[in-house]
């Protein structure tokens, strides 16, 4: 099936009058509206572009399905890859997703039972991307889009049976953003080593719709996926809501890199039990966390613990936080670096006692205990700022005032805790941290952003 869309959409624009003082029209020498006698752009522009012979997908896959990288391939609404099937997608392969918000949202589903193959290499990334980006086939990005256009279309979500911890015991539940009534949804189960596929090269762009208030689909969705599937080289870019979200599940990452969400760089919840090593979150603009963690969500799997290890976290102007440990967090940090925040490390405590401050389970609580299950081991602050103005101890079961003695007593343990385990802050850097090295593929790297 092919497709006018975008050319029809795009030749529906119309220039903008001329004003008094400058000429409006398009400005960009590449497109094919170019105006030699334009001042100042109007977004009028109208590109070149292949996807006039975009093969368009829409609705389930339900046979092995191969994606080559002679076509560009649109998203319309949900292409859900079902039980049974795998979708293989080739080196350099283009996906693009058509704009759209709430039920009609572009998203590629990879469902529980079935698996994705998508091999890039460093030279040929297989990139997924918005119908808006004019990137052709054989190119490595396009040239209209940049770092603060979000929400052109959807992202990435992989469903799996490996375990989680939902609320009210659950081993399964539905994924975020899709209805109830559909059953490709669902994912959790209790196979840790269950096997969605491979990813390894892929960079996902531009994404982030709204699927409802205040939700909006994340660049890459993990539910429940298993330590079987193989997740490495991943770039997550400009996205409105997280980079990465986990909801549970076991599987481990090598290599990714998130820059400029709208959320958190990478999300952990319901106890996700794998490995994430050499990771990079760049934070600009409009954003909340470098890092939002939390743990078990019910009473089962509630004993999985995530590893973080040889991660930068740095901010362009100081927005947003570098790590937020949530409810009941618990798993380790190690050589990880924070740059650029005004405040780095955020733990939440809750008290079933405000006068005693006898501690209930949380993240404080993780941290603080005789046997922690909440490390943050051999790391570093890079600000000139002290350890104590960088920390924060917080909760969520009373209104904290200033003379708070629970909490006040509770950032003075956690600062003890942290220096002992070796949480330095210094002006410079004196720890490795990621290998940004990892990254010279990317967006990021090539538009000098990291």
């Given amino acids: 099936m092919k497709t006018t869309t975008l050319g029809i959409a795009l030749l529906s624009l119309t220039v903008l009058p001329m004003t008094s003082c400058k000429k409006k ?12 006698k334009a001042k100042k752009n109007d977004n009028s522009c109208i590109y070149p572009s292949s996807t006039t012979d975009n093969e368009v997908v829409q609705g389930r896959i339900t046979q092995n399905t191969t994606w080559v990288n002679t076509k560009i391939y649109e998203l319309k609404g949900k292409v859900v890859v079902e039980n049974g099937a795998t979708l293989t997608i080739q080196a350099g392969t283009i996906i693009k997703g058509q704009e759209g918000s709430g039920a009609n949202a572009s998203a590629l589903v990879i469902a529980k ?26 190119k490595l990005s396009g040239t209209n889009l940049d770092v603060t256009d979000n929400s052109k279309w959807g992202g990435l979500i992989i469903l799996g049976n ?27 189960g209790n196979n840790p080593n269950d096997n969605s596929g491979v990813l390894n090269y892929i960079s996902i762009r531009h994404g982030g719709a709204l699927i409802g208030a205040g939700n909006e689909i994340n660049g890459l969705t993990l539910g429940g996926v298993g330590s079987g599937t193989s997740i490495s080289n991943i770039e997550i870019l400009a996205t409105l809501d997280d980079g990465v979200e986990f909801f549970g599940g076991t599987v481990n990452i090598t290599n990714l890199v998130v820059g400029y969400q709208g959320d958190d760089g ?55 936080s570098g790590s937020d440990f949530k409810s009941k967090a618990q798993g380790t940090l190690n050589n990880v670096t924070w740059e650029g925040y005004n405040m780095v490390v955020k733990i939440r405590a809750s008290y079933s006692d405000t006068t005693s401050c006898t501690d209930k389970e949380d993240a404080y609580s993780h941290l603080s205990s005789a046997n922690p299950t909440l490390l943050i081991n051999n790391s570093e602050i890079i600000s000139s700022a002290t350890i104590s103005s960088l920390l924060d101890v917080y909760t969520k079961s009373y209104v904290v005032s200033s003379n708070d003695i629970c909490t006040a007593s509770a950032k003075q343990t956690a600062l003890n805790i942290l220096t002992s385990s070796g949480v330095t802050v210094s002006p410079t850097k004196s720890i490795s941290g990621a290998n940004l090295s990892s990254f010279s593929w990317t967006w990021l790297a090539s538009h000098n952003k990291l």
């Fill in 25 to 36: 029209g398009c400005t960009d020498p590449d497109a094919s509206n170019y105006d030699s």
């Fill in 113 to 138: 039972g079935a698996k994705i193959m998508a091999e890039g290499t460093s030279s040929q990334p297989i990139i997924f991307t918005s119908v808006l980006d004019n990137i052709e086939l054989g």
């Fill in 162 to 188: 490996a375990p989680i911890s939902a609320g009210n015991g659950d081993t399964e539940t539905q994924i975020e953003g899709i209805p109830a009534t559909e059953t490709y949804g669902a994912f959790g």
């Fill in 266 to 320: 990478i999300d952990i919840d319901m106890n996700y039990a794998g490995t994430i090593n050499n990771f990079a979150v760049v934070h600009g603009g409009s954003t909340d966390e470098g890092l939002e963690i939390d743990g078990p969500e019910g009473t089962t799997n509630i004993a999985g613990m995530f590893t973080l290890e040889n991660g930068t976290i740095k901010s362009e102007d100081g927005r947003g």
